[in-house]
Each structure stands twice: as structure tokens, then as C-alpha cells.
């Protein structure tokens, strides 16, 4: 199975809410990250998360952990047509300035 | 600023031909990272350089990749031959040497290899 696991598709209508889910296996990481990539574009850092933290609000995101269960999402509130996008989950699995581990992508498409 | 910059955007071409994709990190970022997204998947680890050094290549698929960074600026990732696997995305990445463990890395637009 793979260590990092996202639903591939959402579709919201605009000023809705979007929730963006995440689940991984490994519990060693420092960071999680969430990566946003608009099309033609590169992976675009959204936010991030410290591991001992529940809860990170920037603006009209909010990153919720939930290390007992490994679940990490991404709400985006009073979603826009321009937040259609990919969005990945990403893991540092404690190494520090190594690798992240990302899932597959979840597609946000956003109907106006 | 300018942002990590990769080319060519796109590529194609035939199995066992040889590709060569670049990548010119971030100035000053002595970390520079490869992945690649196969269609569909995971964006998956390629190799980590500091400096001109593999820090990590373990994700590396096969000895038919070799990447360089010599001189420690920029990179480059070399397919030969090239097999129709090998297609997808490559992605570069490069982020600062910081005493946190605190990783933003910056990522390129890519480039979209084919192989037919």
C-alpha cells in the first residue's frame, strides 16, 4: 500500500467549503506539508503544519492533524473558481532537509 | 527572485534515445532534489544533492539515470536509453542549508518527458 494517501478528485461549488484529506502510515514526520500545483505550473508550498500541533489558520485555510488516527486535512474556506487546482499531501518522515514523501495528488475542481 | 527554472518544458522522444533535462535551482540553495510523477501517481523521490554531493539517491530508478550537479549550481538528469516507463513528469526542487528541520523546498514547473 502506499505510504501517503489521498482521494483523487473533489468538486465543490464556489463559496462552498472544500476538505481535502490525507492519510499516512508513517508517524516519525516533523512537517507535513500542503502543496498546491495550478495547471502548467510547479508545486507551490500552501502551507505547512508542525507535528505537534492540531490546528494551523491561515487566512481561508485551515490544516487540521490528527496524529492518533494520521490524518492530516486541508479546509478551504469560501472556496474560489481560482483554487481549482492539485493538491498535495507531503511528509518529511523526520528527515531533516531530505526527501518528502507525497501522495497522489487530489484534484480540487471548483464549479462557479 | 527568480524561481528554480528547468528545461526543456517538454521532451519526446523515442525509446532508446538519450534525454538530458536540466535543472537551475534557487541561487544559493545548496540543496537540490529530483522527482518524478508518473500520470496519476505519487510525485516520487528521485535523488538529493548538497552542493555538488548525492546526499540520497536512493530513489533513483535504475543505472540508467545519471544526474550531476557540477560545481554545486545546477543539474542535470540524464536518461540513456530511454524506456516508455520512463515518462512523466520530473520535477526539481532546491531549499536552503537551515539548522531547523523546517524543509521548504521550491519546485520548478517541471519538465514533461514522453518516450514513445
Known amino acids: 500500500g502506499e505510504d501517503v494517501e489521498q482521494s483523487l478528485f473533489l468538486s465543490v461549488r464556489e463559496g462552498d467549503s472544500s476538505v481535502i484529506n490525507c492519510t499516512y502510515t508513517?508517524?516519525?514526520?516533523?512537517?507535513l506539508y500542503w502543496y498546491k500545483q495550478e495547471p502548467g505550473a510547479g508545486l507551490q508550498l500552501l502551507t505547512y503544519i508542525f507535528s505537534n500541533m492540531d490546528m494551523k489558520q491561515d487566512q481561508r485555510l485551515t490544516v487540521l492533524l490528527n496524529k492518533k488516527d494520521k490524518h492530516l486535512s486541508l479546509r478551504i474556506a469560501d472556496t474560489q473558481t481560482g483554487d481549482s487546482a492539485i493538491y498535495f499531501c507531503a511528509l518529511d518522515r523526520g528527515s531533516t532537509l531530505g526527501r518528502l514523501y507525497f501522495g497522489r495528488g487530489t484534484q480540487l475542481t471548483v464549479w462557479p | 527572485e527568480a524561481g528554480v527554472t528547468q528545461f526543456p518544458s517538454h521532451s519526446v522522444i523515442e525509446k532508446g534515445q538519450t534525454v538530458t533535462l536540466r535543472c537551475d535551482p534557487i541561487?544559493?540553495?545548496?540543496?537540490l532534489y529530483w522527482y518524478r510523477r508518473v500520470m496519476g501517481k505519487e510525485i516520487k523521490f528521485l535523488l538529493h544533492f548538497v552542493k555538488e554531493s548525492k546526499q540520497d539517491e536512493s530513489g533513483m530508478p535504475n543505472n540508467r539515470f545519471l544526474a550531476e550537479r557540477t560545481g554545486g549550481t545546477y543539474s542535470t538528469l540524464k536518461v540513456q536509453p530511454a524506456e516508455l516507463e520512463d515518462s512523466g513528469v520530473y520535477f526539481c526542487?532546491?531549499?536552503?542549508?537551515?539548522?531547523?528541520?523546517?524543509?521548504?523546498?521550491?519546485f520548478g514547473p517541471g519538465t514533461r518527458l514522453t518516450v514513445l
Open positions: 526542487a532546491s531549499s536552503q542549508d537551515r539548522d531547523s528541520s523546517y524543509n521548504e523546498q521550491f
Open positions: 508513517d508517524s516519525s514526520s516533523t512537517y
Open positions: 541561487s544559493g540553495h545548496d540543496n
